[in-house]
């Protein structure tokens, strides 16, 4: 063995051998930083809402539409309501109720005031809502009321002024964090309530209460006011029937898209991420031929006196070793290079992922890590085969 090292290093092209290096190191960083950044900001774009199923269509009517011209507001009449709810893609249906009267909110996080402001309750049937009945429960004369605050609000906070104040991120399990006083004022009272959040919803733009609160304080606040919904809550069958679609268009409504805009996103995510992977696999290919080459040439260099070696003895297995210890151990560096770099650009980016996105799970490197030890395996199973095939062309022309 220590024959075919001699050799070995006096015709070693260290050049070649740095080229393979950083190429190999490119191509198998690409194609794992792919994979991981795939499998890190997915859920960001396919997480489910906590609280509403994804059966559950939010249907409005379009501004501008022939509904609302001939009406005079965007609410839907009980007479609309019926033929929503015989439709026979339609489970069943529900009315967002609003509040009649004006709320006042202040919200805090550990002391800290964030939102003073009027905001709007709305409430659903509690049966649409997926929250256990102790927590999603009011009694009327109750000085503590349930909510439930659309995400975005959240992500302004985590975002924005956490950033900016030094103060602790909110995700889900830190809801307790959130202070939060309701004044309501209407029907001559004006009375002060603690609002305790139970969590955050992905598909809602206003803030939401049990119904039982908005039937009991609009009994007591506005009793004189009485509005139709301009919204409703619609349990549907199967969410890509094509005749929801065309019944939607037909009355002049319109549903929250928010679920169609995060599967075209995640879609055109996974067509960006195959495309760099196959950039990063087209490089680790290239690679794999300059390291060939080099060993080509190095082989070639030293094939009279490989020759030798093989008249005298040496098996072609032995003569072979040194060449795919070599390329077998400049893909193990690679692959840990790899490794840390990936470490570190991911440290980076989900930095800002957590950020936005407090709720995302943590995730894993493994998946990554395993498609880079396949990688290793692989090409180096396939160097291994060609030393080989090489050293043998050798022997077998001295037979």
């Known amino acids: 063995m220590s024959l075919v090292w001699k050799l070995l290093r006096q015709h070693i092209s260290i050049p070649q051998f740095v080229g393979f290096f950083f190429a190999n190191l490119f191509g198998m960083f690409i194609v794992m930083l792919g994979v991981q950044f795939y499998r890190d900001v997915t859920p960001v774009f396919t997480a489910k809402d906590s609280f509403l199923s994804s059966d559950y269509l939010i249907v409005s009517k379009k501004i501008g ?13 009980n007479s609309e309501i019926d033929d929503m709810a015989q439709q026979p893609f339609v489970r069943k249906t529900g009315r967002f109720s609003s509040a009649e009267y004006k709320v006042d909110a202040r919200m805090g996080i550990n002391g800290q005031s964030l939102l003073n402001t009027e905001l709007p309750f709305e409430s659903v049937p509690d049966d649409f809502i997926d929250v256990s009945s102790e927590q999603w429960h009011y009694t009327p004369g109750d000085r503590t009321v349930p909510i439930i605050l659309p995400r975005t609000y959240i992500n302004m906070y985590n975002f924005g002024f956490a950033q900016s104040h030094n103060l602790p991120k909110i995700s889900d399990g830190l809801v307790g964090m959130i202070d939060m006083v309701v004044t309501i004022h209407g029907g001559g009272h004006t009375d002060e309530y603690k609002g305790r959040v139970i969590g955050f919803s992905n ?12 039937e009991w304080s609009n009994a007591k606040y506005a009793p004189e006011q009485h509005s139709q919904p301009n919204r409703l ?46 950039v990063g696999l087209v490089i680790s290919i290239l690679s794999f031929y300059i390291l060939m080459l080099s060993i080509y040439l190095l082989v070639q260099k030293n094939a009279s006196k490989l020759e030798n070696l093989l008249l005298i ?15 077998i151990g400049l893909n193990c560096l690679v692959l840990l290079i790899a490794i840390v770099v990936l470490w570190l650009v991911r440290a980076y980016y989900m930095q800002t992922v957590e950020l936005l996105y407090p709720q995302i799970p943590e995730g ?33 022309r001295k037979e």
């Open 364 to 396: 894993t490197m493994l998946p990554a890590i395993a498609l880079g030890l396949m990688l290793l395996v692989v090409v180096s199973l396939l160097n291994m085969a060609a030393i080989r095939r090489k050293v043998m062309s050798i022997w077998r």
């Open 203 to 214: 598909r809602l733009n206003s803030i939401l209460v049990p119904q039982a609160f908005i």
């Open 233 to 278: 809550m619609v349990e549907v069958t199967n969410p890509t029937d094509e005749r929801i679609a065309q019944y939607l268009e037909q009355q002049g409504y319109e549903v929250d898209d928010d679920k169609l805009q995060a599967e075209k996103t995640t879609y055109f995510l996974k067509m960006v991420v195959v495309l760099v992977m196959a």
């Open 65 to 77: 539409s022939a509904a609302t011209l001939t009406g005079r507001t965007h609410d839907f009449s």
């Open 313 to 327: 003895g040496y098996s072609p297995s032995r003569v072979a070793r040194p060449y795919q210890l070599i390329t």
